[in-house]
């Protein structure tokens, strides 16, 4: 992927003060939130290490293997955040460009409008590391010189501790945190990773988007269910019922899903009263998934 900073157009800039009516101020307050809420959730995946410059990203990442990453600080002024990663030739960076509430990757003009658009840093790096998953990595440099980046492990801040681990797997079981005999800060440590689904119902969903993106109506049954068991919110019912087409409200449940924890696949697969084809489909998939990948993704 060719890389390029983007300019923007000295046209964005607007001289004197725009009256901005209270609608105005709470969709900027709401775009606030969210771009909070994506922050914490990044600072609590264990990979982003803040403030970085390139060269001190290069020695951290010099002795690893090729598809280790981390996620800083862009020393650009346009840009919120970078990935660094190890290549064949060595460690490389690529920024993540932030823009109008979505994350994606930085690229030249002609192809930036078809890279995949993300609600959060952590689920635009979970997908490239799934698509990463299945190719090979190799030592030496292709002979027709590209170098190709692979996504494949995050370079940690420090070391996962044993109460993380434990926190995934607790999650895995239950979401009915509140419920359990524990102490009260206990159960919100807990609950901070509630919004973690499994990595192999998230590639099922990837895998399936376009069937159901041409098959599911969602506006309905589905996402009032959706809604009525907890995993969407009443602004995600909003945000969907405001897609001009279905087929633009269905991509946006199948973005929101993968950040509504452990429980939201199963979920959405009882959602699917009035369209159990789709619900087999999905079902199956998932049979293959965990066949192929018993133990999943952390």
């Not at 993300?118 to 590209?146: A, M, Q, W």
């Not at 940690?156 to 079981?173: A, G, M, V």
């Amino acid at each position: 992927m060719t890389l390029r900073s983007f300019e923007p157009s000295d046209g964005a800039e607007r001289a004197g003060t725009e009256w901005r009516g209270p609608r105005a101020e709470g969709t900027e307050r709401a775009a606030a939130e969210r771009l909070a809420a994506a922050m914490e959730e990044l600072r609590r995946a264990g990979w982003y290490w803040g403030s970085m410059n390139v060269a001190e990203a290069k020695e951290r990442l010099q002795d690893t293997p090729e598809g280790t990453f981390l996620v800083r600080d862009s020393s650009h002024s346009e840009y919120l955040l970078t990935i660094s990663v190890k290549t064949s030739a060595g460690p490389t960076n690529l920024r993540i460009e932030y823009q109008d509430g979505k994350f994606r990757l930085d690229s030249i003009i002609c192809v930036r409008s078809r890279l995949k658009q993300f609600d959060s840093v952590v689920h635009l790096i979970e997908y490239y590391v799934l698509t990463c998953k299945d190719r090979k990595t190799g030592p030496e440099t292709p002979s027709n010189g590209i170098v190709h980046l692979y996504l494949n492990k995050p370079l940690y801040t420090s070391t996962p501790s044993l109460q993380h681990h434990c926190r995934i797997t607790i999650n895995k079981c239950t979401d009915k945190i509140l419920e359990l005999p524990l102490p009260t800060r206990l159960k919100e440590y807990l609950k901070e990773y509630q919004y973690q689904m499994d990595a192999r119902d998230k590639q099922v969903l990837r895998s399936l988007r376009l069937v159901l993106c041409s098959e599911v109506l969602v506006e309905g049954l589905i996402i009032q269910y959706l809604y009525q068991e907890g995993i969407l919110t009443e602004n995600h019912l909003q945000e969907i019922k405001s897609q001009a087409t279905n087929h633009r409200k269905t991509m946006l449940l199948l973005d929101i899903l993968p950040t509504r924890g452990p429980k939201a696949f199963q979920t959405f697969l009882d959602s699917l009263q009035e369209f159990p084809w789709v619900r087999d489909n999905l079902e199956r998939k998932r049979k293959e998934m965990m066949a192929e990948d018993p133990v999943g993704i952390s």
